[in-house]
């Protein structure tokens, strides 16, 4: 994703300001602000590879490698815990005060957000004794930057960053929402659905700094080894790349489809995408000029999430309705 393509001219970047001053502005997709959903799946699918059984409806699903495992957010109170190389053994449940929202992976463990109370859980494996960080609003997916949690406060408009469990700054400013905390090396970007944009977080200033449109109605995000965010635009269905420091959109690639869930496989350089309207999931190689196709394989029902094994190049799709977890080895 070197070379620029389909990126409209005159994007317009902006520093952190008060949103209160302007309701409206060019980084805004409209006056009535919505958060973009994934499409209603059709009610059938032959999924490719095996498929694990899991009653419950999965929000979220993510890949320790380090620790072998896969975590499992649903709609109940636990985090399922499943085994990366035998997937199929009995999964492990452990105890969460409130149904997980969003999950994010540590190099030993996993942060486990929960709007209901406020509250992130560091859950490290195998050993799985959660230690809690209790925070002033829902807190999206978080990240850890050295010895500091970033935590995006989703009803907050705001991000808290804090060391040694205590809130060291609250940095706000622009953000409509904040979503998701994304690290590329030293930089740190927030992801705002509401807003469907991108925004630099300047830790040591404690300001937002450049945002930017994150397409028409930006889903989810992940980064890759480049130090690139890559953004589903699931309204605009579309593959989104964007620098950091200042963040700035490099490319467009078309995604039909309304794609949704996105995890990257960095030995692969595979940016895999799942499209919800077609119960599919795509492989695009970004190693080069532009996303290539290299992978399409139908999925369980629902497939909103995804994630992988960088050592083994297995993907794993989750169904939000039911449909349990797909394994597939491309």
């Given at each position: 994703m070197r070379r620029l393509v389909a990126v409209v001219s005159g994007v317009t970047l902006l520093a952190g300001c008060s949103q209160t001053a302007e309701p409206h502005d060019d980084l805004q997709v409209t006056d009535n602000l919505a958060v973009a959903v994934p499409a209603t799946s059709p009610a059938s699918s032959a999924p490719t590879g095996t498929v694990i059984p899991l009653a419950d409806k999965i929000t979220s699903i993510v890949a320790v490698p380090q620790a072998r495992t896969i975590a499992v957010a649903t709609a109940n109170p636990a985090l399922l815990l499943l085994n990366l190389d035998d997937p199929n053994a009995p999964a492990r449940s452990v105890p969460m005060p409130g149904p997980v929202t969003s999950i994010?992976?540590?190099?030993?463990?996993?942060?486990?957000?929960?709007?209901?109370?406020?509250?992130?859980?560091?859950?490290?494996?195998?050993?799985?004794?959660?230690?809690?960080?209790?925070?002033?609003?829902?807190?999206?997916?978080?990240?850890?930057?050295?010895?500091?949690?970033?935590?995006?406060?989703?009803?907050?408009?705001?991000?808290?960053?804090?060391?040694?469990?205590?809130?060291?700054?609250?940095?706000?400013?622009?953000?409509?929402?904040?979503?998701?905390?994304?690290?590329?090396?030293?930089?740190?970007?927030?992801?705002?659905?509401?807003?469907?944009?991108?925004?630099?977080?300047?830790?040591?200033?404690?300001?937002?700094?450049?945002?930017?449109?994150?397409?028409q109605g930006a889903g989810n995000a992940t980064t890759d080894r480049y130090g690139r965010v890559l953004v589903t635009d699931t309204r605009g269905g579309a593959l989104l790349a964007f620098t950091t420091n200042p963040v700035m959109l490099k490319q467009r690639y078309p995604v039909p489809g309304t794609p949704y869930g996105i995890a990257y496989d960095s030995k692969r350089d595979l940016a895999w995408v799942t499209l919800t309207e077609r119960n599919e999931v795509v492989g695009y190689n970004v190693a080069g000029g532009e996303p290539?196709?290299?992978?399409?394989?139908?999925?369980?029902?629902?497939?909103?999430?995804?994630?992988?094994?960088?050592?083994?190049?297995?993907?794993?799709?989750?169904?939000?309705?039911?449909?349990?977890?797909?394994?597939?080895?491309?």
């Open positions: 994010s992976a540590l190099p030993d463990g996993v942060l486990a957000s929960i709007a209901s109370t406020k509250q992130v859980l560091t859950v490290p494996l195998p050993g799985a004794t959660s230690t809690t960080l209790q925070v002033a609003n829902a807190p999206g997916s978080a990240a850890v930057s050295g010895d500091r949690t970033i935590v995006p406060l989703t009803d907050g408009k705001a991000v808290d960053v804090l060391r040694g469990g205590v809130v060291e700054k609250k940095i706000s400013g622009s953000m409509f929402s904040a979503d998701q905390v994304l690290l590329t090396g030293q930089n740190v970007v927030v992801l705002d659905r509401l807003r469907t944009a991108l925004f630099d977080i300047d830790l040591a200033d404690g300001k937002v700094g450049a945002g930017q449109r994150a397409g290539r196709e290299t992978h399409r394989f139908a999925t369980v029902v629902q497939p909103n999430s995804v994630t992988v094994d960088p050592d083994s190049g297995r993907v794993f799709v989750a169904s939000a309705t039911g449909g349990g977890v797909q394994v597939m080895q491309p």
